[in-house]
């Protein structure tokens, strides 16, 4: 009979794996391409490489589209990959003014050094659907063909409409300016704030080498290179959530935080050529960076100086950089008087979390069983409910 019934159990299990891949490939419209998913559902794809550890949009896009668009199931198709990949080398530290930024702003100075590009945001614009049919600020026409309003079918509509050329795309928008001397790696805001003294040295030599989370798991107290790299592989709402939350300080008054800079860019990787041990650049990836400047105020803190934060992730994810670098600062400025590092090591991974509400859906019934025997247990111990009948006796079987 046991072997019966887990032989069901194991029937059940492969006919929904079946309806699972079933409901994937089968339906009314066309198959979801790879380069669809690249070009279209960029963010998407740029969040899954992030938090799957793995530069690789292809294999992001397929994890995407594999996982029916959730973005944490594609992490961990992702991560479990990434496991199987041999590690070949170890890039030098590479220079963050190597960035080549394809946007770059800085809310904290009206007239940085260097140039402001606002790049693709929607920083600047209404939250408004596109519905078909509804004319655009434009005045071209929307049109229903799956693509967002920066792409192609709302240049053809546009041109469909008699108003010019359709718009220019983001590479071209840069080979433009390039050809008319922008700045592309211009230099930084902390530098300046470092000559007028104006901010903290936290460079210390002590934390040399990156520490590697992927071979070592990382516990309160971890060097601040274990901290970046945990926040750099969290899962965007979660370190978005657990930022909000801590924003306000114990003290309830609201840490006065202001972005210094966010950049978006392609940033060169080098490995050290094997023969000549020279660098040599093997290609590039996207990376969104984020300085966050805050005000010392606390009484063992340089209240003449500011505190500068940290973040930097794989593809385009302003909102989860910003929350890094934000709680970058926070971290060093609670110095382990809250369990607010704890929370960001352990309780921000969202393979983790997830994990463990996963498994609350598989078969708990024997653990059950022993609670509801503690349960009786006690009723029949107590004198004061040992005569009195339970509501509903309840038969649990452990098949």
């Keep these: 009979m046991g072997y019966v019934a887990a032989r069901g159990g194991l029937d059940a299990i492969k006919a929904a794996e079946d309806l699972v891949r079933r409901k994937r490939t089968e339906g009314d419209s066309a198959g979801l391409g790879l380069d669809q998913l690249v070009d279209r559902q960029r963010l998407a794809v740029d969040r899954v490489m992030g938090e799957g550890g793995l530069w690789d949009p292809e294999t992001a896009a397929r994890a995407l589209r594999q996982a029916e668009g959730d973005p944490i199931e594609a992490a961990h198709l992702v991560r479990a990959y990434r496991s199987t990949l041999p590690r070949v080398a170890y890039t030098p530290p590479t220079a963050t003014s190597q960035l080549r930024i394809l946007r770059r702003i800085v809310p904290a100075f009206r007239t940085p050094p260097g140039p402001q590009l606002l790049g693709r945001t929607t920083?600047?614009?209404?939250?408004?659907?596109?519905?078909?049919?509804?004319?655009?600020?434009?005045?071209?026409?929307?049109?229903?063909?799956?693509?967002?309003?920066?792409?192609e079918g709302r240049a053809r509509a546009t041109v469909a409409a008699g108003n010019g050329p359709p718009p220019a795309t983001a590479e071209s928008a840069v080979d433009e300016e390039a050809a008319r001397g922008v700045e592309r790696r211009p230099p930084r805001l902390y530098e300046l704030l470092r000559k007028m003294d104006l901010v903290v040295e936290r460079r210390t030599g002590a934390d040399a080498d990156p520490f590697d989370i992927t071979r070592?798991?990382?516990?309160?107290?971890?060097?601040?290179?274990?901290?970046?790299?945990?926040?750099?592989?969290?899962?965007?709402?979660?370190?978005?959530?657990?930022?909000?939350?801590?924003?306000?300080?114990?003290?309830?008054?609201?840490?006065?935080?202001?972005?210094?800079?966010?950049?978006?860019?392609?940033?060169?990787?080098r490995v050290d050529h094997p023969h000549t041990g020279r660098p040599v650049t093997v290609g590039e990836i996207r990376v969104t960076e984020v300085e966050a400047i805050e005000d010392l105020d606390g009484p063992d803190e340089e209240t003449d100086r500011f505190d500068v934060g940290y973040g930097m992730v794989m593809g385009h994810n302003e909102r989860k950089a910003i929350a890094m670098a934000n709680l970058d600062i926070a971290v060093h400025r609670d110095r382990g008087r809250s369990p607010l590092e704890q929370s960001i090591l352990q309780t921000t991974d969202g393979l983790d979390a997830s994990g463990f509400l996963e498994h609350l859906k598989l078969p708990h019934y024997v653990t059950f069983r022993s609670m509801v025997e503690r349960k009786h247990a006690r009723r029949t111990a107590d004198p004061v409910t040992a005569g009195v009948p339970d509501d509903a006796e309840i038969e649990v079987e452990c098949r």
């Design 123 to 151: 920083d600047y614009a209404g939250r408004l659907l596109d519905l078909p049919g509804r004319s655009d600020a434009a005045g071209g026409v929307v049109v229903d063909d799956g693509t967002d309003s920066s792409g």
């Design 216 to 269: 070592t798991p990382p516990r309160p107290g971890a060097p601040r290179s274990a901290r970046l790299a945990a926040m750099a592989r969290a899962e965007t709402g979660a370190l978005v959530q657990l930022w909000y939350r801590n924003i306000l300080g114990p003290d309830n008054h609201l840490h006065e935080v202001t972005l210094g800079e966010v950049r978006h860019g392609h940033l060169p990787v």
